[in-house]
T-cell receptor
Framework: GPKVLQIPSHQIIDMGQMVTLNCDPV?????FYWYKQILGQQMEFLVNFYNGKVMEKSKLFKDQFSVERPDGSYFTLKIQPTALEDSAVYFC??????????FGEGSRLIVV | GQGVEQPAKLMSVEGTFARVNCTYSTSGFNGLSWYQQREGQAPVFLSY????GLKDSGHFSTFLSRSNGYSYLLLTELQIKDSASYLCAVRVGTNKVVFGTGTRLQVLP
């Protein structure tokens, strides 16, 4: 099936530092999402895009979070500064029509 | 609020069936999807429904009742490899997709 690529797969970072997570969605998909999943817990919505523009952010999307699309292809999720509670797996997903989401393998972030 | 609820765990026996329930109470409804997620891996799409009734897709079938805010995923002829978490997700409006709490299915030999 369609492939969504996430980099890095794992990252360990000191509390207070900045981290940037990258996602390359399926090229012709219009919808794009970032989710946060703490181990064994619910997949929580952070933010979504339509046609490259931010459409909706959740309450989880703190001021320390920012999202960009640097060159019109891949997306980034930046956390600055990081906190211990930011430790989680961050999944991105894209969709052609908003019904079927294709997920990347996730970026496992550990804040120490 | 956007509530999508699922039982945390479910056990069934190889060769039989399992029904994973999902109830939702959301400010809008624009379709419901089911995903399979294995431990340490990404969710994988299984099925999407937007109209009431049963959608038979072989090993996986999906039922939806919009008036009751209820859906289930039915797995038949269970195999051990069906052991995984099953996530229900509701599309609210055109943008947001809200996931349920997930049900961990254990298939016993």
């Amino acid at each position: 099936g369609p492939k969504v690529l996430q980099i890095p797969s794992h990252q360990i970072i000191d509390m207070g530092q900045m981290v940037t997570l990258n996602c390359d969605p399926v090229s012709n998909h219009l919808y794009f999402y970032w989710y946060k999943q703490i181990l064994g817990q619910q997949m929580e919505f952070l933010v979504n895009f339509y046609n490259g523009k931010v459409m909706e952010k959740s309450k989880l999307f703190k001021d320390q979070f920012s999202v960009e699309r640097p060159d019109g292809s891949y997306f980034t999720l930046k956390i600055q500064p990081t906190a211990l509670e930011d430790s989680a797996v961050y999944f991105c997903a894209s969709s052609p029509q908003g019904n079927t989401l294709y997920f990347g393998e996730g970026s496992r972030l550990i804040v120490v | 609020g956007q509530g999508v609820e699922q039982p945390a765990k479910l056990m069934s026996v190889e060769g039989t069936f399992a029904r994973v329930n999902c109830t939702y109470s959301t400010s809008g409804f624009n379709g419901l999807s089911w995903y399979q997620q294995r431990e340490g891996q990404a969710p994988v799409f299984l099925s999407y429904v937007v109209l009431d009734g049963l959608k038979d897709s072989g090993h996986f079938s999906t039922f939806l009742s919009r008036s009751n805010g209820y859906s289930y995923l039915l797995l038949t002829e269970l195999q051990i490899k069906d052991s995984a978490s099953y996530l229900c997700a509701v599309r609210v409006g055109t943008n947001k997709v809200v996931f349920g709490t997930g049900t961990r299915l254990q298939v016993l030999p």
